[in-house]
């Protein structure tokens, strides 16, 4: 790898540190190839979120300038790197999940809005509900207490037009 090459790796490496809300580290090592293909593949279906595999020495120069730095400190070893700008549940769900059927793919850390996460911290994050899903139980929440009011509302005339209408049968059956 060139100079020119390795600069570019190295801006492009910043520009999505800085655009990313989460950035997930985590190792591959022993990992069949046709295994993380699949799930490079399973990554590009979620928008706003891409992987990479960058030298350790590189990634730590590209986050020097950033937020994240305390992520790139002491790199050893295979790393990867999953950046999210939009989503940020459903990729850690695919990652983590990835991880539960493949013991090769370890989690190692990761970093959300400038805070940095551990493993645990990732994992726990995967098991949240997607955003859609929380909007979901928000307007529950919200119409629920709304469907009950309007429900005792229409009882009052539904009780009424109940007894009309058994007053009205009791003086069919008088006459």
């Known amino acids: 790898m060139d100079k020119g090459e390795k600069e570019r790796v190295v801006t492009w490496f910043q520009k999505e540190l800085e655009q990313a809300k989460l950035v997930v580290r985590f190792g591959f090592s022993g990992l069949k190839v046709e295994d993380f293909n699949a799930l490079r593949r399973e990554i590009r279906k979620v928008d706003g979120v891409t992987m990479a595999v960058v030298k350790n020495t590189l990634a730590e120069i590209a986050s020097r300038e950033t937020d994240s730095d305390a ?6 070893g295979p790393n990867a790197f999953l950046f999210a700008s939009e989503d940020i549940i459903e990729p850690t769900k695919l990652l983590v ?8 793919l370890v989690v190692f850390d990761g970093i959300l809005d ?12 995967a098991s949240m ?3 859609e899903q929380l909007l979901g139980q928000l307007v529950y929440v919200v119409a629920s207490p709304l469907t009950g009011f309007v429900n005792v509302l229409a009882g009052v005339p539904r009780a009424l037009l109940n007894v009309l209408n058994a007053v009205k049968e009791e003086k069919e059956k008088a006459a």
């Not at 999940?97 to 090769?104: A, D, L, P, Q, V």
């Not at 400038?114 to 990732?122: A, E, H, P, R, T």
């Open 71 to 76: 992520l790139f400190k002491s790199l050893t």
């Open 114 to 125: 400038g805070k940095l996460l551990s493993g645990q911290d990732v994992k726990n994050l």
């Open 129 to 131: 509900p997607s955003r």
């Open 97 to 104: 999940e990835f991880s539960k059927k493949k013991k090769k």
